[in-house]
């Protein structure tokens, strides 16, 4: 750790950390006004998923974070978990938790550093500037030192940076990696230009789905900041209820975390609500980064042809472009997104296990499957709707 002394501690609650201390590695960037980079490590979400239930007792999702401190000022820390399953984290390893639990070990309890239920890339090792180095290194000898110590199965970090998987890696991690469809803003300044750099084809396609979306007999409202109010969370907990029971059984979240939200975090988030005769009849969350919209539930209590659509994917295209984002990131899964001109892009995590015959046969595997991932992501980006070149007819 390049001889620097550093402290690493255990905390099972956010109470236990000054918010400023906790951020000045998460988010530095909003000590100086801006908005955070990645909404889902700040102080105020990790906290509102604690306070609401949503993470802790009961939930699978039991607090450690780590916090290194070095001559007494907080340097790194990360959002770290002990899981008793593999929900709500979107990097699927059932299959090794039951080739672990065959052979005769115990996968549960296993550590996650990660932002819970969210599927979106941003740093998990988070350090303050000037500390990138000694930080994460601290939090990864700290978080291997707590699995090994405990003995714990392995540890696993979760929709990680690229820089922090090949740092990760270089320190004895695996690497693995994914994919999931994002758009991305090339300067465009109206949906129209957007829609310009499509095929012909898929160009008249948007257009028909969203006159079809559209058309459901009432209106679609984009609301951020003080716009949204109270009623609309009583909306939006009935949409994310009927979602989470058909996806996952249970609802990750609480009825109290989008009270929460709405406290502390309403101007970075993007609340688009399709009303009829006055009445919420669907809606779509998104949050709002430095520089990327994060779609991330969408429910409904009425079926309209489309309207899932233009909700999440229209409408937050439309959103990043009159705001100047550069990228939507519109959730896991999802090859409909491709149509839509969202593209398959490269997630990482990073993976750790205690017993060495088993990380050697984890590890060919990954092997395989980069291959593999980096193989359909050229296939489907060649299959992408926008013009292979300037020559092709436009409207």
Known sequence: ??????????????????????????????????????????????KALEDSGSVGPGTGWQPQYLVVRSDEQVIACAPLYAKSHSQGEYIFDHNWAHAYEQAGGRYYPKLQIAAPFTPATG????????????????????????????????????????????????MGLMHRTSQQFHWVNHAYETFDDFLASLSSRKRKTIRK??????????????????????????????????????????????RTFFDLIHDTMRDDVLLVIAERNGLPIAGALNFIGADTL???????????????????????????????????EAGAQGEHKLARGYLPATTHSLHWFADPGFAKAVGQYLQAERAAVAEDIEILTAYGPFRKSSGEEQE
């Open 294 to 328: 994060y779609g991330r539930y969408w429910g409904c209590i009425e079926d309209h042809p489309c309207l899932h659509f233009e909700a999440c994917y229209y409408r937050a295209i439309e959103f990043a472009i009159d705001t100047g984002l550069q990228r939507v």
């Open 1 to 46: 750790m390049n001889d620097q002394k550093v402290e690493i501690q255990l905390i099972g609650s956010l109470d236990q950390i000054d918010p400023a201390d906790w951020d000045g590695c998460a988010c530095p960037e909003a000590a100086h006004g801006r908005r955070a980079k990645d909404p889902f490590t700040t102080y105020r979400f990790l």
């Open 123 to 170: 740093r998990r090792f988070l350090t303050r500037p000037g500390f990138d180095a000694v930080g994460m290194s601290a939090l990864v000898q700290g978080a291997v030192q707590i699995a090994s110590d405990n003995g714990l199965s392995s540890l696993h970090v979760t929709f990680c940076t690229e820089a922090e998987a090949l740092a990760g890696e270089r």
């Open 209 to 254: 789905e969203r006159r079809t979306a559209n058309g459901f007999g009432g209106d679609i409202r984009m609301l951020t900041g003080d716009a949204i109010e109270p009623q609309h969370w009583d909306a939006f907990w009935t949409f994310y209820q009927d979602t989470g029971s058909r996806k996952w059984g249970t609802p990750y979240l609480t």
